[in-house]
């Protein structure tokens, strides 16, 4: 086993024009990093946020959610340089780019928010792993024993399993070396939502009738009904937002055309693809369901045949997750294995890679302190996810908690700093306006998923 002193792991800290990284990233290969963060756990619950919410403020929201994204990864998309949007210095990430626009004291903020979101959305992909991968055997017994069989499987074991394979897939070493992860999880994503699309269209057929109505479900209190309703906007907020990720996905991009045209260009194509297959997929899960949309469209059981294609579709959700957990986490490992080894350049630990050589296997680079942490990081998100295991309730906490800062907040107040505008201008008083709103939606949204979380962990 040899060793060598290595430079490798990147450091957030490290501003200059160029890294020694190349760069060949290109539209669509951002479509496919975007698609695969945000076609994820988040598409499943839907239909419920519709179901509660009813036909008219469930797709409204869903539109405006799309809207409020696309303004926020294009703002957020200018300040990748900086002074200047095309010929600044790079800011390779979202703490780099907060750090020099707006300055250091609001980067301990950003960063704790950014990173618990993202620390967030991996246990979150771990809880709608371990569901699918019950409901496939669920699926599998119902078709053998009838569908009023007692088919009941627990959760702790696949989110060990799950948890297992990440810590396999996390040595990737960055961003930089995981096009082929992403593009896969963009086909498994399309390829469930397509899936689940389809078998709610085939059920509406089946009804011979549009179910639901415009107030949503109905409820005996006025107090859990708004609760309800704000969950469900919570769960929207969690499936759509991926600025936290925007300038990493942005570093990844070659140059010429300039960086933030190619992204602006591919988060319009994103948006508007997830957009569609949202508001599809949540329409016709409601109308299919009505009053008993199930939190989870494809593991709801309102489809029990054909059950292969449920199996199918669920074991797309488990591919697609295993690179949705990777493009939350790698920005995790570079801030932490970059700050470590800015902190202890001569540390062997840190620094050092070692060539381990397996029969059949290429040559693999081994540095323990990446061994180490990401092992560490999976084990702690593992666990947690298996002390709450609440689906809706933890995306809607998630999507609210990281909503208005992240989204909203940082990439509203680098903008106007950025372009130099004015707060009393016209644009100025429309962006603080834009972040003012949504601020609010993000309170209530917030509240009404907490009260949710509490109630569904006191049962």
Known sequence: MAKTRSVEITSTYDNDEDEGQKRTGTVWTGVAHIITAVIGSGVLSLAWSTSQLGWIAGPLCLLCFAFVTYISASLLSDCYRSPHPVTGSRNPSYRDAVRTILG???????????????????VAYIITTSISIRAIQKSNCYHKRGHQASCSYGDDM????????????????????MEWLSILAAIMSFSYSTIGLGLGF???????????????????????????????????????????????????????????????KASLLAVLITTFFYLTCACFGYAAFGNDTPGNILTGFGFYEPYW??????????????GGYQVYSQPVFAFVEGWLAKEFPNSGFVNDFHSVKLSLLPTLRVNLLRLCFRTAYVVST???????????????????LGFWPLSIYFPVEMYIVQKKINVWTTKGILLRGFSVVCFLVSIVALVGSIEGLVSAKLE
């Open 309 to 322: 294609l449920i199996d199918f579709a669920n074991a797309c959700v488990v591919v697609h997750l295993v």
């Open 382 to 400: 593992t666990g947690i996810a298996m002390v709450f295991p609440y689906f809706n309730q933890v995306l809607g906490v998630l999507g609210a």
């Open 158 to 177: 696949y989110m060990l399993l799950f948890g297992g394979a990440q810590i396999i897939v996390s040595q990737i070493p960055d961003f930089h070396n």
């Open 202 to 264: 085939a059920k509406v057929i089946g009804n011979r009738t549009i179910k639901g109505n415009i107030s949503g479900v109905p409820n005996t209190s006025t107090l859990k009904k708004l609760s309800l309703s704000f969950q469900a906007l919570g769960d929207i907020a969690f499936a759509y937002p991926y600025s936290l990720i925007v300038l990493e996905i942005q570093d990844t991009m070659k140059s010429p055309p300039p960086e933030n045209r190619s992204m602006k």
């Open 104 to 122: 250091r004291k609001q980067v301990w903020y950003c960063g704790l928010l950014q990173y618990l979101s993202m620390c967030g959305a991996a």
